[in-house]
């Protein structure tokens, strides 16, 4: 019979390869449910992962899609990656984000029509910021009061989307935008638009971030106390304290540090890629970047990873839904099934599958 | 604005409809943590039984038989979750919160051609003269059947938990897996049972919500229902009246506000929209500040996985 036998040690191999089985898995599956859908599975899953990088008739246009898409998903999956090791459960990087992109694009609005190289970096400062602050109050719940931050910051996600329904109806409604429910466009506003850097490559200035993100996370993971710190707070929350972790420090650096390059990803994106503030301007980024953070095993070069092939699935997502016209919500199941095959497949890590029990006495 | 178009009797009506969904998914999430298992899917499974639920009464015209397959779906799919985490022994939080987004994902794929039409009527039940009360009649004999349900289904869950042995196995297996395993129980049987259960709960909700509530099939419907439920159960500190209080008092803020919104109160509705969440928060703020009664009533392996080493 098949059991589970429990590894000594975590198996290193395993670490780097269940990714990998999990998004192979992820593929046989989609392409099954593609079929279900009454389209040819192979064209499908050509379509999403192939099509987008090497076929020359829309690679143009969606390769530089790719680095655009990828940065804010990278940028915040670093963030929750810290918090999810230390057992610090930020789920409402959603809101953080929307907050970001509405208190940094609210003073670009502001400053409007006030041209100064000193514009972008104070929005992108707001940015940060309004993302910290976000974050801070399931922190300064959870530090204070003890409350549920998983419940406290996804209850925030749903009251910053009504936040940002309400500025875009009143305040930072745009007077240009014939009553319509959004703010002044970003590209009109030289100072403040997050423009590409180099052209044809979606290389903007938050992309550049987000690759100093990753490096500066991957010190701060490996070489650095903090690192340890919450490595050791989500092993075991007795032994960090007698390792002189205060855990009320850790969670506030944890959702901190989260909701700032939530907020930064918000900020970058509505003043680059979205390009004004909306209802519509909420993609669910936050939510799949906590796939991304688990994809790439919470470490940022495996994020890093792992961000890029998520993007890819958005990408070619939307060209299936263009081509084939399989509905958008196909791809939302996707994502979804991926992150069940990698928790699935994540046994193998700790566990090795062995055939009977008879194995024991040949030893 | 125009305060006196706001009737307390239809308050008050409105408020018991508005609840019904997050307290059955409330009450399925309750005995789910009592065995010791936090499934942070509730969204997801109820927006399943919400779709499941409308596409079912929609193609057989019963509304019956859309409740039954939205609890079957909502069981359907919570066993995702059960199987990662009690035989593949996966983290608890991102399984369940796996479980949402693929839920949210799938019920848009399933709904998409429903949007737009109108379920089978689903109609309040009439006692000659007791329902036609002034003020009681409605308040008390003029609700839909499922909401009695939920009603006697919460006094049904407070017994079995209190009352029968059964209720004794699970609440065991809740405070102390390895203590339940060592005296013979099947410690992930009864989790699984547990779990199913919960997800038939939350597909009922979700299934009171298109069929009844709205009544319409839109995607994302569901609005954080599910997440307002999870709230309830630490609200009701896991006691099965005490949801519905929780539950009806955030009906209570729901209607309420919808109501001030239709009467024109002077501020942009998207702020009173903030209002539940807002309540939600302060809820959980005051509960968990009470620390002893917390720990009193939170079961003791609360999201801990299982592994049986013998």
Known sequence: MLRLEARPEPSRAMVMLTPIIAVVATMIAGGILFAFLGNNPFTAIRIIFWDPLFNDMVASYTRPQLLVKAAPLILMAIGLSFGFRANVWNIGAEGQFIMGAVIGGGTALALYPLESPLVFPLII????????????????LKIRFNANEILVSLMLVYVAAQFLAAMVTGPMKSPVGMGFPVSRNF??????????????????????????????????LTRHIFGFQIRVSGQSARASKFAGVNPHTTVALCLGI???????????EVTGPAGKLSTNFPLGYGFTAIIVAFLGRLHPVGILLAGLLMALTYIGGELAQFQMSIPAAAIQVFQGMLLFFLLGVDILVNFRLRWDTKSKEAH | MDLSSISPVTL???????????????????????????NLGVEGMMIIGAVCGFIAAVTTGSPWL?????AICGAAVSMIFAVLTQYLMANQVASGLGLTMFGLGLAALLGHSYTGINPPSFSQIHIPVLSDLPVVGRIVFGHDPMI??????????????????????????????????ALGYKVIRIRMLAIAFGGA???????????????????????GAGWIALAIVVFASWKPGRAIIGAYLFGGV???????????????????????????????????????????NAPASLGKTFFAST
């Not at chain 1, 850097?197 to 996370?217: Q, Y």
């Not at chain 1, 989260?258 to 970058?268: I, V």
């Not at chain 2, 709960?201 to 609005?223: D, F, H, I, K, N």
Request: charged letters at 10%.
């Open chain 2, 12 to 38: 008050i009506v409105s408020l018991m409809a508005a609840s019904t969904p997050i307290l059955l998914a409330a009450l399925g999430e309750l005995v789910v943590e009592k065995s010791g298992v936090l």
């Open chain 2, 66 to 70: 859309g409740f039954l397959f939205g």
């Open chain 1, 258 to 268: 989260s909701g700032a390059l939530a907020g930064l990803a918000g900020l970058f």
């Open chain 2, 254 to 296: 729901t209607v309420l506000q919808l109501n001030l919104q239709a009467a024109g109160l002077a501020i942009s509705p998207a702020y009173l929209s903030m209002t539940p969440y807002l309540a939600t928060i302060i809820v959980l703020v005051i509960m968990a500040s009470d620390k002893k009664r917390q720990s009193l």
């Open chain 1, 125 to 140: 400062i707001m940015g940060g910021l309004g993302g910290f602050l976000w974050a801070m109050i399931p922190a300064i």
């Open chain 2, 201 to 223: 709960c939350a597909g009922l909700g979700g299934a009171y919500l298109s069929l009844v509530r709205v009544p319409q099939w839109a995607e994302g419907m569901t609005a």
């Open chain 2, 148 to 181: 009695y349900f939920s009603l006697a289904l919460t006094f049904g869950i407070w017994y079995f938990l209190t009352r029968t042995r059964g209720g004794l196995v699970l609440r065991a297996v809740g405070e102390s897996h390895d203590a339940a395993h």
């Open chain 1, 187 to 220: 590209n009109e506003y030289q100072s403040a638009f997050n423009a590409e850097l180099l052209s044809n490559t979606g290389l903007h200035f938050g992309v550049l971030v987000m690759m100093a993100v990753v490096v500066l996370g991957y010190i701060f």
